[in-house]
């Protein structure tokens, strides 16, 4: 399957900023998805990241509060915005492979601290 | 209400014994995908299993099985003989014929094995 790395690993950040966190994939997949999981919780899918538009959110999620990049094949950007305290989560990149059935494969994770 | 739901929110286990982990599912599709992931404390989500909705044979791989029952709407998994390394968050999810690429994860079942 292919390689995920997630940038930063984790970080501290103060209420009101921005964090952007990258994905990069070490080769083409065809769907590239972020998630988000708060603390002791499951996973909620935030939006589907699409190559060369704008992405697809799931209910619940926008794109001013996730503005999400996908500018290729192996590489993506999610936004948290304007954060807050309740934004304090681990966000995954997930991806699916062409050649997978229908599984995802999800990277590392970030860990997002508010303050 | 919930997609999926695994009631058990955490077990404990001595080293070596079987431990099943419970999974129920709702859909209204005939053709929909049930997996399986590991999260160790690290924080990485470990693909174990996929099976579809027509293939309904148990699977075996090493101490891990897998028991998909449609007539209950379950995709229960059994570790034999635990490991402490068998130590992590497991969850269950599902993805539907509408939109195969949407996951509903379960709560998760932390499984602890202690030596």
């Known amino acids: 399957s292919a390689v995920i790395s997630q940038k930063p690993s984790r970080d501290i950040c103060q209420r009101g900023t921005s964090l952007t966190i990258q994905c990069q994939v070490d080769s083409q997949v065809t769907m590239m998805f972020w998630y988000r999981q708060q603390p002791g919780q499951s996973l909620t899918l935030i939006a589907t990241a699409n190559q060369g538009s704008e992405a697809t959110y799931e209910s619940g999620f926008v794109i001013d509060k996730f503005p999400i990049s996908r500018p290729n094949l192996t590489f993506s950007t999610l936004t948290v915005s304007n954060m807050s305290p309740e934004d304090s989560s681990i966000y995954l990149c997930?991806?699916?492979?062409?050649?997978?059935?229908?599984?995802?494969?999800f990277g590392p994770g970030t860990r997002l601290t508010v303050l | 209400a919930q997609k999926v739901t695994q009631a058990q929110t955490e077990i404990s286990v001595v080293e070596k014994e079987d431990v099943t982990l419970d999974c129920v599912y709702e859909t209204r599709d005939t053709t929909y995908y049930l997996f399986w992931y590991k999260q160790p404390p690290s924080g990485e989500l470990v693909f174990l299993i996929r099976?579809?909705?027509?293939?309904?044979q148990n699977e075996i791989s090493g101490r891990y099985s897998w028991n998909f029952q449609k007539s209950t709407s379950s995709f229960n998994f059994t570790i034999t003989a635990s490991q402490v390394v068998d130590s992590a968050v497991y969850f269950c999810a599902l993805s539907e014929g509408d939109n195969f690429n949407k996951f509903y994860f379960g709560s998760g079942t932390k499984l602890n094995v202690k030596p």
């Open positions: 997930s991806v699916r492979e062409a050649s997978s059935y229908n599984e995802q494969f």
């Open positions: 099976r579809n909705s027509f293939d309904e």
